[in-house]
């Protein structure tokens, strides 16, 4: 694009009142209330808010399907064990027996080490650049899934998992900080929607892809389940391969080769949008001080337990709900993998629609809590509709939509109310490692001894969900009353005199 320059606004440096960045605002409403409202920037003032679009797009296709993609067998892989299960595996390997149940074992450990290897995720992600290091250990992942395919008994298996749990702790939360530093913070909700949905074809289809697989049984004396675990993971290498091709780097890194799909001046042009809209896009000097520095803000916490709280349900319908489908709704084994798609093709199109309406209205709590209270209404139904398969069913649908939306819109609701490319970068550590403790919660909360009825395990995913409320509840009040002082001057909040809390 040739750039238009004029001379005589840059003598109004304190002005806001130039075609571009009018047209700009028109375009955009979130403008109002951000920071960076009412100043003048040569840069984004050279362009048109079409111009400016037309950029955004072009990083838009660039980053996000791609990331969407690579979440995607991120996902696959670490819960394709049901699929697995219930194509033969459980017999093969005797994983249904009590005390302990190794199934749930298994599904198990993959947290302990996903948690424990979470914590420099983020640093080494910045240290390696986004391309090397999250392709990498896509790559190691995927050799690591096809080794599933090869295992002998279960403490084998149990073994690969724990690997798969180092391996896989750096990837959500690199991409989650990646994501965030492209994006203004009304710009962001409806992208980690669409990178979380992409990612979830994976819990939709990945029953699918796994009943064609089975039909691979015998093939080379190996069960269909073998054939799972050693199809996906060539096609996650297959992936990583693409991540290391075309991942880009962080914006501020405007020499990087991975960001030259954009011009010198549009490079320029999305740091000075993001600098405008929160001042945090270029990346201060490391310091552990620095990093550390967020463990001392409670919200950041609080948005961690949110988001634990979710995972809880979207990963024990994800190891599950296979098993509860085919032995205690009856579906039969292809129908009980097919049977995953619907639901998470219904949970795609609330996330679209929260994410849209968050980004639009500039409201984040309120997403949070629509989707938890459409999961406690489906977990009821799930667990309570005795006898009627079709209403148990239903609660499927909600309880999916309303756990995995909720997933981006926590995301989204830490993304918007934070600064800092270091405190950014801890609270996507902390957030996704909470996560992970959700994970391990909703790993092992449907035991076999509490079948069919899973009573127990019901009753602590509806719990989470009713914790979400209470955190995000604590949030809005604490934002209101922060904001209120902030505007009257009492109070200074992340550093801005100009950030106000997104509620």
Known sequence: MALRQDPEKLDFVGEHNTRASSDY???????????GLGSYDPIIDQYTAEEVNKVVRRVDLRLVPLCGLMYCVSLLDRTNLSNAAIAGMTKELNLRTKNPDRYSVIT???FITYVLAQPPTTILTRFFGPRVWLASITLCWGVTMIGFGFVKDWKALMGLRLILGILESGFFPG????????????EVGKRYSIFYLIGSLASAFGGVLAFGLMQMEGVQG???????????????CFVALLGYIFLVSFPDKQESLTIRFLSAEERQLIVARVNQDRGDADLENFTFKKWLGGASDWKIWAYGLSFGCATTVTYALAYFLPIILNQELK???GTAQCLIAPPYVF??????????????????????????MLCIIGLAVMGWA???TRARYFGVFLATAGSNANVPSVLTYQANNIRGQWKRAFCSATLVGMGALGG??????????????YVPGLSVAMGSQVVILLTVGALTVAFRLSNKKADRGEKVLEGSPSFRYTA
């Open 25 to 35: 605002d028109k375009s955009y409403p979130e403008h109002q209330d951000i920071i």
């Open 108 to 110: 198990l450990v993959f």
């Open 175 to 186: 991409v989650v900080y990646l994501l965030s530093t492209w994006y203004k913070r009304y």
């Open 222 to 236: 190996y069960g269909g389940w073998r054939w799972i675990f050693i199809i996906e993971g060539c096609l996650t």
């Open 331 to 333: 579906f039969d084994t």
């Open 347 to 372: 949970a795609g199109i609330v996330m679209i629609t929260t994410g849209w309406f968050g980004d639009k209205y500039h409201q984040r709590g309120i997403c949070v809590a629509f989707n938890a």
């Open 386 to 388: 005795y006898g009627d």
């Open 440 to 453: 391990i919660v909703g790993s092992t909360v449907f035991r076999s001894e509490d079948s069919p009825t």
